[in-house]
Every structure is written in C-alpha cells, then in structure tokens.
C-alpha cells in the first residue's frame, strides 16, 4: 500500500487543526503509519508460511490458520489507519468549497469584497464540521480496538493453539511463529491507537470549551453595547434640553 498518497492528503489537514490535532497527526505518521510499513509489515508477512501443527492431514493447516486468525493483524490495522484518516478530509473538502465560494463572490462582487475573513477559520459550520470528524474518528478507534480484542479474545498472541476443526483428524497442536514479538507490536500498535482515542477527546473538550468562551464573550459585550446606547441617548437628550 502507497502509504504516502495517504500523508500527502493529509498534511492538508495539518493547517486547519488545533494543537491535539497537530500531535494526533505526528502520532499517527510516526508511531502508526511509520512503525506498520518498516516493521510490523515484516514481522506478520511470513505469518501462514510458518505457522506449523503437528499432522500432515492435508487442508488440517489451513483450516485451523483460518480459524485462529480470520483476519490478519496487518489488514486489520491497515483499514483502521485509513478509516480514522478519512474523516479529516471532511474538514479539507469543507475549506475547499468555503474558497470556492469566496472565489466565485469575489468574481461577482469584486476583488476588495470578502465573504469569509478566513476561509479555514472554524466557525459555522466548518466548526461543526471539524466536531463531527472528531467523533467519527474515535468511533472507528474504539470500534476496531473493540473488534481486535473481540476477534483474538486478547491482545496477547499466545505460543500454541488447538484445533479440532475438520478435516483435522484430532485435537490437533499449532504453534504460532514469533508470538512474542508480535504480542509486543500488538500492544504498541494498541497504545498509539489509545493515545490517538486520548487526543481526541481532549480536542473535543477543548473546541466546545472555546466556543462556549467565545460565546459568552460576544454575550457580554452586546449586553454592555446595549447598556452603553441608552446612557448616549440620555446624554444627548440632556445636552438637547440645556442648549
């Protein structure tokens, strides 16, 4: 997979996040994207080749390969990366038709003219945007962290499996290549996704708590503007009745 097609769209993303946005992005090039292509790859590429039972019942293998491991690790954590990435794309396509839009106004109205004062400012609904992409994204963390522990029963590969699935003509021992290495790249993989599910949470936190003091700010200057009117009203009416 052409990992890098993937980093290019993404690095879009970068200039509209928020702080956690940018640190859940070096998380996810670094300790996710990085750490699957140069290593993990490798370590669960000779996977079937050398998982070994002992019987030469032929299709015995096989079966019991499919049965222990109906989805390899690798696959899996590949439709993660690219199901938790594709939401941010949201916010890209928003900003991309928030210009649009300033292009075409412009056009009619003229170049002095503004529609937006900042196309990848978030707010509006490029705010509601960006939320929603935020949870979206911890959706599918939590939902594959789920579906991974859901289909091995554990994060920790254990050394030997038993199978009695047929055509197996008994209860039959399997023995998993390099179990130990992979149970540790299991649990780093299931780290960064915790990390990235963290991050998250805290940029949601932190976009509801700014707008909510944004809010509240606009609030209390119109009260003060609207405070503020009056008073200049009596005064000229004062000033009126003196002249």
């Given at each position: 997979m052409d990992w890098k097609?993937?980093?290019?769209?993404?690095?879009?993303?970068?200039?509209?996040?928020?702080?956690?946005?940018?640190?859940?992005?070096?998380?996810v090039f670094v300790f996710r994207v990085l750490v699957?292509?140069?290593?993990?790859?490798?370590?669960?590429?000779?996977?079937?080749?050398?998982?070994?039972?002992?019987?030469?019942?032929?299709?015995?293998?096989?079966?019991?390969y499919?049965?222990?491991?109906?989805?390899?690790?690798i696959r899996l954590w590949a439709l993660q990366l690219i199901f938790v990435t594709c939401p941010s794309f949201m916010v890209v396509l928003h900003v991309a038709y928030r210009e649009d839009r300033?292009?075409?106004?412009?056009?009619?109205?003229?170049?002095?003219?503004?529609l937006y004062d900042n196309p990848g400012q978030k707010h509006g609904g490029l705010w509601w945007t960006y939320l929603m992409s935020l949870f979206i994204k911890t959706s599918f963390e939590i939902t594959f962290l789920y579906l991974l522990h859901f289909i091995y029963d554990s994060f920790k590969l254990p050394r030997k499996v038993q199978c009695d699935v047929n055509p197996c003509p008994n209860l039959v021992d399997c023995y998993i290549s390099r179990?130990?290495?992979k149970t540790v790249?299991?649990?780093?993989?299931?780290?960064?996704?915790?990390?990235?599910?963290?991050?998250?949470?805290?940029?949601i936190f932190y976009l509801i708590a700014s707008r909510l003091v944004t809010l509240k700010v606009?609030?209390?200057?119109?009260?003060?503007?609207s405070r503020f009117r009056p008073d200049m009203d009596f005064d000229g009416c004062k000033s009126s009745l003196k002249s």
């Open positions: 097609f993937l980093q290019d769209l993404l690095s879009g993303v970068n200039k509209y996040s928020t702080a956690f946005g940018r640190i859940w992005l070096s998380v699957f292509v140069v290593a993990a790859e490798r370590v669960w590429s000779d996977d079937q080749a050398h998982f070994e039972c002992n019987t030469l019942q032929p299709g015995c293998k096989n079966i019991c499919d049965y222990y491991f109906p989805v390899s690790h300033e292009r075409k106004y412009r056009a009619k109205h003229g170049e002095e003219t503004r179990p130990t290495e790249f299991t649990y780093f993989m299931v780290g960064a996704s915790v990390i990235c599910v963290v991050l998250n949470i805290c940029e606009q609030g209390t200057l119109r009260t003060k503007s």
